[in-house]
């Protein structure tokens, strides 16, 4: 059985957890997705955009 999932989900759940579990203040989540949101305006997004995507490839075992 094949699921698939949103990365955003994914990341979603990941700072829910770390909020929840591991001490992570909220407002220290919201600077750093700003951040994110940031970056994204950058020259570094394509650079960010292929390394992630390189990593689910990884995760998800497709090689093109």
Do not use: C, E, Q, Y
């Amino acid at each position: 059985m094949t699921v698939s999932l949103p990365l955003v989900l994914v990341l979603g759940l990941i700072a829910w957890g770390a909020v929840k579990f591991l001490g992570v203040r909220v407002w220290i989540v919201v600077v750093i997705t700003l951040f994110g949101f940031l970056l994204s305006r950058t020259f570094l997004a394509p650079a960010i955009d292929s390394g992630t995507r390189s990593g689910v490839d990884v995760v998800n075992g497709t090689h093109h």
